[in-house]
């Protein structure tokens, strides 16, 4: 029968037939407990029960139970308990009987001020309030699920709990907010789920992951998982109080950028990904060991295609799955920090994938992205806009950045693909782009967005970095927001890096042509606070690998990455590699694969090795290199206008401390008896030749330094005669230095 049984005490309320179709907006006003008189009615939808008990808690005498009517085949039962009783319900299913408390029985769950900050764009928690939290209400264990969809006609959950029937679980709206939420008891860590929903049409879309689920299932699988809610244990108090000294403006910064599935891969599996905590064993002491005070993570955020490397996400709050739970995320995150790596994490509020489960038409309408395609889709990447635009969206990311540094003490992000954000026209024709308000390009509410963001990271988490991949020239990028700037930490300096990979990628009889690729960077090196990136993006996409754009036969070709190498750890700004860099890599990145450790059987490529290891120690342990990486007062010219030998010479400075001079030769012709000038008279010992035989080079050199002596040279009255090696660089520093010039 599908008629339901009417009568005077169980007189059905309007919207019974919705309920029992699974098109009922507003469920607490059917389901669970509702006054009637010196009772109160109980209403519960079980389908496919085979009956159902309320067990009502009496104080004196105990639980006592009592039958519920089956008032329609469709599942719906009615029952009474006095006015004010505390009840659960027993269930009979084809397996056996469940107690639970019932989900209807529970007040409201969010309150008007995370409600209210919520839809300001303010709620600066919405880890802990969004989403699915595993927790206690009322003395009763379960999960109270919240989700943001204003323009859904219902929203339902859906798991392994309710054998995913929308029909069950359907949630309370919080009109205020567009927030739905609904507590479920006698569930927990581990559950997998998604939310059903009917869009303002009653028309059901596909079945939606948690946009702020703090867990993942692991993919193709695109569930949201109830995440465990026990706090991590961290043992890293000494790192995160001096954080700040340790990648400020004024300290050695430098970045392994890593693909965590690709670095390495298990033993005999191909296919295979490390988990965190062998990453934690391997990748850990290899980076601790290589002289790198960072490790940067390509996206490890929850994402569906792999080949996307991570920069496709949709789970903004939660660790991928591929690489283990967020314990061990978190415990690796920790043993960086005990080894004294900090962790930088690549973040993409730039774009997001138009997937079925994920962000796209949450609810049925344009709520993450623009309806405009023309503001809402990025022709490059086949994925949709963020709408910065609106309050909750701005929330939803900057919540991101904040759990990241927060919960799981991230030490920064590098903002990914800036100058997409900023543009209106950014690859886009004339006509597929609409103006801002004043008939600008600027994209104005990304601007405003992005302030916001580096504003509220800088209020809440002080000593975090952040970073900003920003490609154009773009003023202020890390200048102050008070000032009118982005507010950035620091910005990648991608025209460095275009330039001087240009540059070495030339033959060396034509770099006397092309002096300016290396000159013209510290045009503007301080005009922003750099960071010199040799990244993924520049050794994939047919660009071939570092080595492979190097000129000449192999010896040549070796030489030249290493005197590349000394180059960038001595030029202003923070430094940034990508793995693999340091073996000398021969093919392109690939991110089904995994480095080519087997070079190191090469003395070429352990040369490479060591070399990036020796500058890495040599940056950390010379303050002159690093100290005033992002001011002028750190570097000066000593020989920049030799571009038929392809010389150039600096010195690097920071005050109180002994410089270092700089000589780079960029051809493989020797130079010997070659004069330069230097500030200060005495012993300058040579702290790196990148010819030296330890890296595979011609072991020619200066004998471990040179005499400053009293002739003079580009303008100083001492200078030193050295022999500059082929396709080589050298550090020299004073042995003794009184904190001024001689």
Excluded at 17 to 25: H, Q, R, S, V
Excluded at 107 to 122: A, K, N, P, V, Y
Excluded at 288 to 309: A, K, Q, R, T, Y
Excluded at 512 to 533: D, N
Aim: charged share 20%; aromatic share 12%; net charge negative.
């Amino acid at each position: 029968m599908n008629a339901a049984r009417n009568d005077c005490t169980y007189t059905l309320p309007s919207g019974t037939e919705d309920l029992l179709a699974g098109t009922c907006p507003d469920p607490f006003s059917i389901l669970g407990r509702h006054p009637h008189g010196r009772v109160d009615i109980v209403r519960a939808f079980c389908p496919d029960a085979r009956g159902v008990r309320l067990v009502v808690q009496r104080p004196r005498s105990g639980p006592a139970e009592r039958p519920m009517r089956l008032v329609d085949d469709r599942g719906l039962y009615v029952g009474t308990v006095p006015a004010g009783a505390r009840y659960r319900l027993k269930i009979g299913w084809a397996d056996g009987w469940e107690e639970i408390d019932d989900p209807y029985s529970f007040g409201l769950l969010l309150g008007d001020l995370d409600l209210h900050l919520f839809t300001q764009g303010l709620h600066r928690d919405l880890d802990r309030v969004m989403g699915a939290q595993a927790m206690t209400v009322d003395g009763v264990a379960g999960v109270r699920f919240a989700v943001w969809a204003p323009n859904a006609f219902r929203v339902s959950v859906i798991g392994d709990f309710n054998v995913w029937d929308g029909r069950r679980h359907p949630m309370r709206l919080r009109h205020a907010a567009g927030i739905w939420e609904l507590f479920i008891p006698g569930i927990g860590p581990g559950e997998r789920y998604k939310y059903e929903i009917l869009d303002a049409e009653r028309r059901l879309l596909p079945p939606k992951a948690d946009p702020m689920a703090l867990a993942a299932e692991q993919p193709p699988a695109t569930a949201s998982v109830v995440a465990d809610p026990t706090p991590f244990e961290w043992t890293d108090a000494a790192w995160m109080e001096n954080r700040q000294d340790r990648q400020g403006i004024t300290a050695p910064l430098s970045i392994y950028e890593v693909h965590a599935a690709s670095w390495r891969r298990p033993e005999g599996d191909p296919q295979g990904i490390m988990h965190w905590d062998r990453l934690e064993r391997e990748l850990i002491p290899y980076v601790v060991e290589m002289g790198f005070s960072h490790i940067e993570l390509m996206p490890i955020m929850e994402h569906p295609f792999d080949g996307s490397w991570g920069y496709q996400t949709l789970g903004l709050y939660a660790p991928s799955a591929r690489f283990g739970s967020p314990r061990q995320f978190a415990s690796f995150v920790n043993a960086c920090h005990n080894a004294g790596l900090g962790v930088i994490l690549d973040w993409v509020p730039a774009h997001f994938p138009s997937d079925a489960h994920g962000l796209a038409l949450f609810d049925g309408s344009f709520l993450y992205e623009h309806q405009d395609r023309r503001e809402g889709f990025h022709p490059d990447w086949n994925t949709l806009i963020y709408n910065f635009g609106r309050h909750e969206i701005r929330g939803f990311l900057i919540g991101s950045a904040l759990m990241w540094l927060r919960r799981y003490h991230i030490d920064g992000l590098r903002v990914d693909a800036v100058a997409s954000m900023l543009y209106r026209d950014y690859s886009r024709r004339e006509g597929e782009w609409i103006s801002n308000i004043h008939g600008g390009r600027e994209n104005l509410e990304a601007i405003a967005f992005l302030r916001g963001l580096n504003t509220t990271i800088a209020e809440l988490c002080p000593s975090a970095v952040m970073m900003a991949e920003e490609s154009t020239a773009w003023p202020g990028v890390s200048q102050p927001v008070v000032d009118g700037g982005l507010g950035f930490s620091y910005k990648w300096n991608m025209g460095w890096m275009h330039d001087t990979l240009a540059y070495m990628s030339r033959d060396p009889i034509w770099r006397r042509y092309h002096h300016s690729e290396i000159m013209f960077g510290l045009h503007y090196a301080f005009s922003e606070r750099f960071v010199l990136p040799l990244s993924h993006d520049e050794v994939v996409h047919g660009k071939g690998s570092l080595i492979a754009r190097m000129p000449g036969d192999e010896w040549r070709k070796h030489a030249g990455l290493r005197a590349y190498f000394a180059f960038m750890w001595a030029h202003p700004g923070k430094k940034l590699l990508f793995m693999g860099g340091e073996l000398a890599q021969p093919h392109e990145w690939h991110a089904d694969g995994e480095l080519a450790w087997y070079g190191l059987a090469q003395p070429l490529v352990q040369g490479v090795q060591t070399l990036v290891r020796d500058v890495n120690r040599l940056y950390a342990a010379y303050p002159a290199l690093h100290r005033a990486d992002c001011t002028p007062d750190g570097f000066a010219w000593v020989i920049g206008d030799d571009s038929d030998n392809a010389v150039f010479a600096w010195l690097r400075m920071a005050p109180g401390v002994a410089p270092v001079l700089v000589v780079c030769n960029m051809t493989p012709i020797p130079r010997p008896l070659y004069r330069i000038g230097v500030p200060c008279g005495g012993y300058w010992r040579e702290l790196l030749n990148t010819d030296a035989g330890e890296y595979a080079g011609s072991g020619m050199g200066n004998g471990g330094g040179a005499q400053a002596l009293p002739e003079p040279s580009h303008g100083y009255d001492q200078s030193c005669v050295l022999v500059l090696p082929p396709l080589a660089v050298l550090y020299l520093s004073p042995e003794s230095f009184g904190g001024g010039w001689a």
